[in-house]
């Protein structure tokens, strides 16, 4: 009840803070072809390889972003984790169950986006603000919720500056694609701040049909650690291919996404992630 109660709580928020404004996205790249003056609220089901997780874990990511201009807009992202897992256990013929619950908000995001927006090239600069302190049970499992593009959500004591550059390309029979190479560079604050900078590469390529009411696609996305002493292109690195499929139904706009992970250090700890989202045109 909490969570639906936050989540609504969420919508509202961004419905006030981005009235009026020109242009919207959610920032998942699994989240396109959407590009019109909307919010999103995205509920993200992780997939933990031998855990029995309550039907309240999830991961909400509210997102959107506003323009300065044509070629200038302002983006934004809450993440939110709530997470509980149930145990249960025989003990003389009598079945017992206990849980064990966590929420915490995660790391939001504040950044630019520059440039042909629509179409071409266009510049992303942006930052997340140091929320999380700790590791607790809802923090380590929203880590591990999006590894690939969202680590950064929920990692603690880490100002993660993003600098990059993205390749939009739109045809007038509906099909487009976008390739994405965005640099972050982890500042650690606080008892790991003496620890070195770390610096990873997330790059990502999409490709996608979309009529007036659907839009359904796929694409590959990976996050290379470029700094740090592991061997070998496989120890540093992470991928996942997912699928995505949107409808427009007057001003709602539901979504479905399903996340495959393809690297075997995360298919020994992760199964296929899901996720529904949901957009309001402005």
Same mark, same amino acid.
């Given at each position: 009840?909490?969570? @639906?109660?936050?989540?609504?709580?969420?919508?509202?928020?961004?419905? /006030?803070? !981005?009235? *009026? +404004?020109?242009?919207?996205?959610?920032?998942?790249?699994?989240?396109?072809?959407?590009?019109?003056?909307?919010?999103?609220?995205?509920?993200?089901?992780?997939?933990?390889?031998?855990?029995?997780?309550?039907?309240?874990?999830?991961?909400?990511?509210?997102? *959107?972003?506003?323009?300065? *201009?044509?070629?200038?807009?302002?983006? =934004?992202?809450?993440?939110?984790?709530?997470?509980?897992?149930?145990?249960? $256990?025989?003990? $003389?013929?009598?079945?017992?169950?206990?849980?064990?619950?966590?929420?915490?908000?995660?790391?939001? %995001?504040?950044?630019?986006?520059?440039?042909?927006?629509?179409?071409?090239?266009?510049?992303?600069? &942006?930052?997340?603000?140091?929320?999380?302190?700790?590791?607790?049970?809802?923090?380590?499992? &929203?880590?591990?919720?999006?590894?690939?593009?969202?680590?950064?959500?929920?990692?603690?004591?880490?100002?993660?500056?993003?600098?990059?550059?993205?390749?939009? %390309?739109?045809?007038?029979?509906?099909?487009?694609?976008?390739?994405?190479?965005?640099?972050?560079? $982890?500042?650690?604050? &606080?008892?790991?701040?003496?620890?070195?900078?770390?610096?990873?590469?997330?790059?990502?390529?999409?490709?996608?049909?979309?009529?007036?009411?659907?839009?359904?696609?796929?694409?590959?996305?990976?996050?290379?650690? +470029?700094?740090?002493?592991?061997?070998?292109?496989?120890?540093?690195?992470?991928?996942?291919?997912?699928? !995505?499929?949107?409808?427009?139904?007057?001003?709602? @706009?539901?979504?479905?996404?399903?996340?495959?992970?393809?690297?075997?250090?995360?298919?020994?700890?992760?199964?296929? =992630?899901?996720?529904?989202? /949901?957009?309001?045109?402005?």
């Amino acid at each position: 009840m909490k969570s @639906m109660v936050f989540s609504a709580f969420l919508i509202i928020v961004a419905a /006030i803070c !981005f009235q *009026g +404004t020109d242009s919207a996205q959610a920032q998942s790249i699994f989240l396109e072809p959407n590009n019109i003056p909307a919010v999103h609220l995205e509920a993200l089901r992780p997939g933990f390889r031998g855990k029995d997780l309550s039907n309240i874990t999830f991961a909400f990511f509210l997102s *959107g972003r506003f323009s300065l *201009g044509e070629e200038l807009q302002v983006r =934004a992202e809450i993440p939110y984790m709530t997470y509980k897992e149930d145990d249960s $256990w025989s003990y $003389w013929g009598y079945q017992t169950r206990s849980s064990e619950r966590e929420n915490a908000f995660g790391n939001p %995001y504040l950044g630019l986006e520059f440039g042909r927006l629509e179409n071409g090239f266009h510049g992303e600069a &942006g930052i997340r603000l140091p929320v999380v302190k700790d590791t607790s049970g809802a923090e380590t499992e &929203g880590m591990l919720t999006d590894p690939v593009e969202r680590m950064e959500a929920f990692v603690p004591e880490v100002i993660p500056v993003y600098l990059g550059v993205n390749y939009r %390309y739109r045809s007038d029979n509906g099909f487009g694609m976008r390739l994405r190479m965005v640099p972050v560079i $982890w500042f650690r604050m &606080g008892s790991s701040s003496s620890d070195d900078t770390e610096i990873f590469a997330l790059y990502s390529a999409q490709a996608w049909y979309e009529s007036e009411k659907v839009g359904v696609g796929g694409g590959f996305s990976g996050r290379f650690l +470029t700094t740090g002493d592991e061997d070998g292109f496989g120890e540093r690195t992470l991928h996942q291919f997912g699928f !995505f499929a949107n409808y427009t139904f007057g001003s709602v @706009m539901p979504g479905f996404q399903v996340r495959f992970p393809l690297d075997q250090d995360l298919k020994d700890v992760l199964v296929p =992630a899901y996720s529904l989202s /949901i957009g309001v045109k402005l």
